[in-house]
């Protein structure tokens, strides 16, 4: 029951259902999903401790977002996706490889314009470099940072050629792991995702930080 109640909550805050430095009252969010307040209090437990969730003068509410947030998340990001890269190149199996080829092709095939499609390649795609890894703390730990990053709506990929951008690093960044050259695919995923930082920030910081609303979406880079 706990389980399902924290599903429902990430996933709403994600989404900017509930919104950030909304309220989050045991009793409230109990009536409203017609549970009991034990598996309530732990699901919001569990996303106080992925950080969707904050106490603030006694009482809980949805974490709120700041560029200085946003720029705090990549700078933990960027390391560990620099090791995945880093990871992957040295452990990658030949399924694996198989994996991380089909689904840069699908990635690549994917219309700049289909937003919804374009989010979901590639997420797998990045996923797929953390599952080569073959190390399950490094992988849990991305899947946290990636919780904290898809609260921002702004996708990197459609500001100012930033697609364009995105793809050519794509390939340079597989053709590293593929080879298995250990540092340039850590170098590689380095500039990639300071690339995606430095573009979300400035849609953070600008006057209208959300893009056109045919291009919202979260995407790892």
């Known amino acids: 029951m706990a389980a399902d109640v924290y599903a429902r909550l990430r996933d709403d805050i994600i989404s900017g259902e509930l919104e950030a430095g ?78 991380l080829i089909r689904l840069h092709e699908i990635l690549r095939e994917v219309p700049p314009d289909d937003v919804a499609a374009l989010n979901a390649a590639n997420r797998k795609f990045h996923e797929a470099i953390w599952a080569a890894t073959h190390n399950s703390a490094l992988i849990d730990f991305l899947k946290r940072l990636d919780l904290y990053l898809r609260r921002y709506p702004a996708t990197a990929l459609h500001y100012a050629g930033r697609y364009q951008d995105s793809r050519g690093e794509h390939e340079a960044l597989l053709e590293a792991i593929l080879a298995r050259d250990v540092e340039v695919a850590g170098e590689r995923a380095n500039v990639h995702f300071a690339a995606a930082r430095d573009v979300r920030l400035r849609f953070y910081d600008s006057a209208d930080p959300d893009p056109d609303p045919v291009f919202r979406g979260n995407t790892q880079s």
Request: charged residues 25%; positive net charge.
């Open 22 to 99: 909304a309220p989050l009252v045991v009793t409230t969010v109990a009536t409203r999903m017609g549970v009991s307040r034990t598996p309530v209090r732990e699901a919001l437990r569990l996303l106080t401790r992925d950080g969707l969730v904050e106490s603030s003068e006694r009482q809980l509410r949805v974490a709120g977002r700041s560029a200085q947030a946003l720029f705090d998340i990549y700078e933990v990001r960027i390391p560990l996706e620099a090791a995945a890269a880093r990871g992957a190149a040295e452990r990658h199996t030949s399924f694996d490889r198989m994996q």
